[in-house]
C-alpha cells in the first residue's frame, strides 16, 4: 500500500477547513450589510469571496476526512 502523502499536515488541514468555513460566514454577513444598504455591486463581490471560501472548506475537509480512513 503506498504512503499517504501530506504537503500539509492533516490536523493543518481540518484547522484550515474550520478557519475557511468561519472566513465564509463572517463575509456573508459583510455581504449581508452591503445588500441590506442597497451596495449591490459590493454585496456581490464579497458574497461571491464567500461561497468561494465555503468551496474550500468542502474541498479541505473531504480530503482530509478520506485520507483519515
Not at 484547522?15 to 459590493?42: C, P, T, W
Request: aromatic share 8%; charged share 25%.
Amino acid at each position: 500500500m503506498a504512503k499517504s502523502y501530506w504537503i500539509i499536515p492533516k490536523d493543518d488541514v481540518l484547522d484550515g477547513s474550520k478557519l475557511a468555513l468561519k472566513n465564509a460566514d463572517e463575509l456573508y454577513l459583510s455581504a449581508k450589510i452591503l445588500y441590506d444598504n442597497q451596495r449591490f455591486v459590493h454585496a456581490l463581490s464579497i458574497a461571491t469571496l464567500s461561497l468561494e471560501e465555503f468551496g474550500k472548506h468542502c474541498i479541505l475537509k473531504e480530503h482530509a476526512m478520506n485520507n483519515l480512513k
